[in-house]
């Protein structure tokens, strides 16, 4: 996801959604919710630990100073099953 040349998303809340016919494993310490003001460089948000649960899963950043601010986001794999 990315925003218009000089627009960033503050994120506060990311929902995401792990099928149940699906290993959770693929996805701990493989996945990672990234941000990036320049489409290269991008730093890592959250990664999955072994909290996360097939459904829905919640990450939030509940202090608005610290929340991501950033022009381009993307869920990325460390390995071809993890996303």
Do not use: C
Request: aromatic share 20%.
């Amino acid at each position: 996801m990315y925003f218009k040349e000089g627009y960033v998303g503050i994120i506060s809340k990311i929902k995401f959604y792990i099928p149940t016919d699906t290993a959770v494993a693929n996805f701990i310490d493989l996945m990672h919710i990234q941000g990036s003001n320049d489409d290269v460089t991008y730093d890592t948000l959250f990664t999955p630990d072994l909290a996360m649960s097939a459904g829905w899963n919640y990450v939030e950043f509940s202090d608005p100073a610290t929340r991501p601010k950033y022009r381009y986001y993307r869920f990325y794999g460390d390995a071809n099953n993890a996303i």
